[in-house]
């Protein structure tokens, strides 16, 4: 089962793709943790795109596009995937369907609100990924990882400069892909809203 999780920075993508792997036992791919990790380690990559995460801009096409190329190739990607957070572009779009096909698109639909809100509380483990909510998914102790006991970090993409950027990076760079897959058949609109297990549900019922 080949998927991309569409949808706008702080919807939930990363949230259900992390339940959702395990339930369909296919790897979760996101292309945003590609690069996080790639900062972390401070590869040429990471040098690249650092400030450009940090901006809340995209990541040029042809970087981006090879990429995800060889992380496709990979030997546990062969039975399927979850992409999340690509495509971003119809550039982007254009070149994985000479990679793969694609069986659903699922469009995460949320409210601007909704989605200032999650991106403002969010916290993560920096070595793991493994995201919180200070609200709707706090750790068991306030600012430390359940597992690993690390400090948890927000991310530079989190402050509100950042966020309102992405928000109109996304509206003028990613939102035209919910018209090219729902003229391709293949979009799946996903009310985004409810808590993490019903998103889930609603996912696997129309997969
Ligand atoms: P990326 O990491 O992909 O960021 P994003 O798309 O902006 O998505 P987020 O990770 O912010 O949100 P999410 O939808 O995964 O939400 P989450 O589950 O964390 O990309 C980062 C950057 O990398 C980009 O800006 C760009 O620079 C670069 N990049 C990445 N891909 C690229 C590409 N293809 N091309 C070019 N550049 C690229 O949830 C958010 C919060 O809400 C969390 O706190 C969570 O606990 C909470 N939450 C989640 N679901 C629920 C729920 N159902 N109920 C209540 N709270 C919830």
Redesign the pocket.
């Known amino acids: 089962m080949n998927l991309v999780f569409l949808?706008p920075?702080?919807?939930?993508?990363?949230?259900?793709a992390a339940l959702a792997k395990d339930t369909l036992r296919i790897p979760h791919i996101?292309?945003?943790?590609l690069?996080?990790y790639a900062i972390a380690h401070e590869t040429s990559l990471g040098k690249q795109v650092k400030a450009?995460?940090a901006s809340?801009?995209?990541?040029p096409?042809s970087v981006?596009i090879e990429m995800v190329k060889e992380r496709l190739v990979k030997s546990d990607a062969k039975d399927g995937f979850i992409l999340?957070?690509?495509?971003?572009?119809i550039a982007?779009a254009d070149a994985l369907a000479q990679m793969t096909t694609i069986d659903h698109v699922i469009n995460?639909v949320l409210d601007r609100d909704s989605i200032v809100v999650?991106?403002s509380?969010?916290?993560m483990c920096k070595s793991t990924g493994r995201?919180?909510?200070i609200t709707?998914?706090p750790p068991k102790v306030a600012g430390i990882d359940d597992e690993t006991g690390e400090p948890l970090i927000q991310r530079p993409?989190d402050q509100e400069e950042a966020i309102l950027n992405?928000l109109s990076?996304y509206e003028r760079q990613t939102q035209p892909l919910i018209d090219y897959y729902r003229h391709k058949g293949l979009l799946r609109d996903v009310d985004?809203s409810?808590?993490?297990e019903l998103?889930l549900q609603s996912i696997l019922k129309i997969i």
């Not at 999340?84 to 572009?89: E, K």
């Open positions: 949808g920075p702080g919807a939930g993508k990363g949230t259900i996101s292309t945003g943790d690069f996080r450009i995460l809340g801009e995209l990541v096409d981006t999340d957070g690509f495509p971003r572009t982007q995460f999650r991106l509380g969010r916290r995201i919180y909510h709707f998914n993409d992405r990076v985004a409810g808590a993490p998103v």
